[in-house]
């Protein structure tokens, strides 16, 4: 039993240097002779690197690689390059506390992450611990939230929700049924996703929250399918998703439309797989993110992508954190300072209008050299913050082909979710 605990420890720690180094890439390059070499600044990444949902670390560290990548290869920041160190939250907010408190002793002049399950576990702790934080995840629960070294460059479940339904009714599915479990994060969903629905027209049959961890769920899909659901929501950990489409495939459920969230858009992911034969004509999921700044910036971030992990097959909110990592290097070399206390009060400024328009860190940074004020629209959208520090960003509706590559099934817009919500009133 020991041996074992201690490959697991070595399999984690293997994972953790891996990642590290990764995203280290740049720290490589040469200063210039006889210059002053200055330490690096630490970017630190809490991410789930085991439990169930542990995928999610993918993402994160995938993102973070490349935003270092993009910073280190133009310059660093105010002659510093940049490293990564990670922790793992295990995505239980037990767990959330320790692992920032170990993430301390790396000294981060910012945090990427946690993802929703863990956010408001350490929430509080950032500001007093003078670290500016890049939340990721849409969790309701901090639509308005209060918390100035708190940034989201993801936009909320709330507007996933209404994308969702938005996508279900203009494909004519008007009858659905709603499976989540009960989980924060996935009954955040519910509230705006049924008011969504309803608003357009559609009625939903059944609201069935599934409690993870069952060794079946024919229960609870029988009453789902009973009257006929013409499309079927969810959300839920990879490991309820396995037994739940099993038990779908073997009660012939699974030859109907499915909208997930995020969490099952991942290319030859676990969801897609477990979803069965049928993945690639009824399985679509909801992906926050407005790629078509005039810009070019989402083209410039899949180059980097393919630089540093040689596909352009991006995983799920890369673009994320390459954009927090890119605007917290922006907001320094606007306050011409590495200091968190400094440089959190020139987000905004470096993010929102009114500004010249930029898309790249290079381009961004000459601009800011010649004095200008700037208005950094990202890989992943305008990224221009409210007063909440939250973004708004449209939907891309993620589908699969045979092979379990994404497609691109449609886009639900800014305009298209503005719409929905007149409708609701």
């Known amino acids: 039993m020991k041996r074992t605990r201690w490959r697991r420890g070595a399999a ?3 994972a953790l240097a891996t990642a590290a180094s990764v995203a ?40 973070v690689a490349v935003g270092l990548y993009e910073i280190n290869q133009n310059g660093g920041v105010l002659g510093h390059k940049l490293k990564s160190a990670y ?16 993430l301390l002793l790396s000294h981060p002049t910012m945090v990427v992450g946690p993802f929703s399950p863990t956010i408001e576990a350490v929430i509080k702790q950032f500001q007093p611990n003078n670290v500016v934080d890049f939340m990721v995840g849409g969790l309701t629960t901090l639509d308005n939230m ?79 399918f009973s009257g006929g659901p013409k499309v079927i929501f969810d959300s839920m950990d990879s490991q309820t998703a396995a037994t739940l489409f099993s038990d779908g495939q073997q009660l012939g459920y699974m030859n109907i439309p499915w909208i997930g969230d995020d969490l099952q858009s991942a290319p030859q992911g676990t969801y897609a797989k477990s979803f069965g034969p049928t993945a690639a004509s009824e399985l679509t999921a909801a992906l926050p993110a407005s790629p078509s700044t005039a810009d070019n910036a989402y083209n410039h971030f899949l180059a980097d992508y393919q630089q540093v992990w040689r596909t352009t097959s991006i995983l799920p909110t890369t673009f994320n954190e390459y954009d927090s990592i890119v605007i917290a290097a922006l907001a320094m070399t606007y306050a011409q300072s590495t200091d968190p ?16 328009i930029c898309g790249t860190y290079k381009t961004c940074v000459a601009l800011i050299k010649r004095g200008k004020k700037i208005n950094y629209d990202g890989a992943s959208g305008n990224d221009d913050f409210n007063k909440f520090h939250n973004v708004f960003s449209g939907f891309q509706m993620i589908g699969f082909d045979s092979h379990l590559n994404n497609v691109l099934r449609g886009t639900v817009s800014p305009a298209n979710l503005a719409t929905v919500v007149a409708k609701e009133g």
């Open 87 to 102: 922790v793992d939250d295990s995505a239980d907010s037990v767990d959330a506390l320790p692992a920032f408190r170990k």
């Open 341 to 356: 206390k400094v440089w959190v009060k020139d987000v905004l400024k470096v993010s929102n209008p009114p500004g010249t």
């Open 12 to 14: 984690l720690g293997f």
């Open 146 to 224: 209060n918390y100035p070294y708190v940034f989201r460059t993801s936009s909320s479940d709330s507007n996933e929700a209404i994308a969702m339904a938005y996508y279900a009714i203009h494909h004519g599915w008007k009858t659905a049924s709603l499976m989540f479990d009960n989980s924060a994060n996935s009954q955040g969903f519910v509230p705006p996703l049924e008011k969504a629905f309803k608003a357009l027209g559609g009625t939903v049959l059944h609201d069935i929250t599934l409690t993870p961890g069952q060794s079946s769920y024919s229960t609870e899909l029988t009453q789902a």
């Open 24 to 63: 280290g890439g740049g720290l490589a390059s040469a200063s210039a002779p006889h210059a002053k070499k200055l330490p690096p600044l630490v970017i630190g990444g809490m991410f789930p690197f085991t439990g169930t949902k542990s995928l999610l670390s993918q993402w994160g560290t995938h993102g």
